[in-house]
Each structure stands twice: as structure tokens, then as C-alpha cells.
């Protein structure tokens, strides 16, 4: 018995030690050198100087910083629960369709997730174009005159938010359109019999069981848009990179165009901790609320 649970042990270890292998090379490892890194003056490829603390005293005096920290959160509060909601609204009218036409329009929408980012800056940076783009029809009215979006500080974030939403919104609703076909039918047949409109089906059954898949779109979302740069750097090529700039766009103004990699380093691992500190807030905010 001890030498079958010994063989047991042994076959379980090689099983796991790839694993293991790949994700200490590819994570574990280069999250200790930047970590490592934040406490010198290196520049981004040689060694450094041991400095201790002063690029975090540094980061917190960081004028720039501090706009990068309010322009990412900015950022998360325009996209996380709009693109969250606008992906459960459409997967639940997607699945009232059948057939053909229900697969149509899921690919209508899932479409433009698989766009790279550099067709998405291109099909947009022409519809907000200022002499020719279809998007200043709709904005002249609103603003009494054409309006260059991408090059007026407090436009830019919410226009970019608008165009990720855009994005991205296909992947939320391929994940609520499965939470929505995993809920029995009849379900809804005995709510109907029991005279229930669709407000009260939505509130009493769909949403509660849907709130699990809810709850991972919000973290997938938060955590993702946390870490923007490619559409903020795209769209800012031109204009003014300062009261637009986001953290990661930040990381990559002192590591590669500075050449400053300890302080890069150093607000590298603030970006960590953020992300770690914001996900679990919310991961316990979900489950308080998953379990009401």
C-alpha cells in the first residue's frame, strides 16, 4: 500500500513538473527580477546600482504617475460594467433566435474581437475622421461644430472606451449566451404558468443563475482593462500622450524611450499589486453578493 501510494505521488510529480517548469521560467522567475529590479537605478539592459525605496518615494511624488493611476481606473469605470451589461443585453436577445439567423448575428458580433488592434485603430481613427469621418454626422449636432475626438483631452478616454467596448463586447456575450443555455427551460414554463412577465423572470430566475458567469466577465474585464495600452498608445500617436497616458503606456515611456528599467520595474510591480488588490476586492464583493 505504501509503494502504490509512493508510485501514486512520483506519477502525479512528473505529471505536474512541466508545468511546473514552464510557469516558474515564464512567471514566477521574471516577476522576482522585476521585483529585484525596482530596487536599482538600472537602465533597461545592464545591471544597476542597489537604491532601495527611492523609486517607490519617487513613483508617489510622480506627478505623471498619479495622472497614469486616475486615467487607468478612468478608464475601468467607462468599460468593465458597460461592456459587461452591453454583453448580457445582447446575448439575451441572441438567444431568442434560432438556427441560422441566431448564428449570423452571434458571428455579426463576435467578429470584431478577432480584429487586431491595429485594424481596429484604423476603422475607427477613420470614422472619427475630422474632414471625411461618418462619426462627425453625429457629432456636429451634439458639439455645434466637427470635433478632432481623438485630439480633445476629455473626449479621448471616452471615445477609446467606446471603441474597446466595441471590441471586446463579443467575447462577454459568447460566455453569457453559454450560462444562458445552461438554464432548463423549464424553468421559464412554470414561471409563465404562474402569470410571470419577462422582468420578473429576468429578476428571479436569469439573473441569479446567470450570476456566476456575470461575476467572471466583471473579473476578466477588470483585469484586463488594468492593463490597456495598445488603443490608448494608437490613438494618442499625434496628440498630447500626457493627459491621456494610462499605466502601462507609463511603464513603457521610462523603460524603452527613457531607458530608465528600475523605475519602470518600480511601477511595474505597483501595476501588480493594484490588479491583485482590485480583483480580490471584487472577487469578494461577487461572492457576498453570489451568496445573498
Known sequence: ????????????????????????????????????????????????????????????????????????????????????????GIAMMVNRLKGWQQSLILAMFFLPYILPVSVVYRIWNWMFDLQFGIMQYLIEPLLGKRTPVFRTVPLFMPAVALVTVWWTCGFNVLLFLAGLRSISPEIYEAAQLDN???????????????????????????????????????????????????????????AFQKNQGGYAAAISVALFVMVIVVSMLQYQFLRARGEK
Not at 2 to 10: D, F, L, M, S
Not at 197 to 218: G, Y
Not at 235 to 251: H, T
Open 196 to 254: 410571470a412577465n419577462r422582468w420578473t423572470q429576468f429578476r428571479r430566475i436569469t439573473w441569479p443563475l446567470i450570476w456566476p458567469v456575470t461575476a467572471l466577465v466583471l473579473t476578466i474585464q477588470l483585469i484586463l482593462q488594468l492593463k490597456i495600452f495598445d488603443q490608448v498608445y494608437l490613438f494618442v500617436q499625434g496628440g498630447r500622450a500626457d493627459p491621456s497616458m494610462v499605466l502601462v503606456q507609463y511603464i513603457y515611456n521610462q
Open 1 to 88: 500500500m505504501i509503494k502504490n501510494r509512493r508510485t501514486e505521488i512520483i506519477t502525479a510529480f512528473i505529471l505536474v513538473a512541466p508545468f511546473l517548469v514552464i510557469y516558474g521560467l515564464l512567471f514566477v522567475y521574471p516577476t522576482y527580477r522585476m521585483v529585484e529590479l525596482s530596487f536599482t537605478d538600472a537602465p533597461l539592459i545592464g545591471p544597476g546600482n542597489w537604491i532601495g525605496l527611492e523609486n517607490y518615494f519617487e513613483m508617489f511624488d510622480d506627478r505623471r504617475f498619479k495622472t497614469a493611476v486616475i486615467n487607468t481606473l478612468y478608464f475601468v469605470l467607462l468599460t468593465v460594467i458597460p461592456n459587461t451589461l452591453i454583453g448580457l
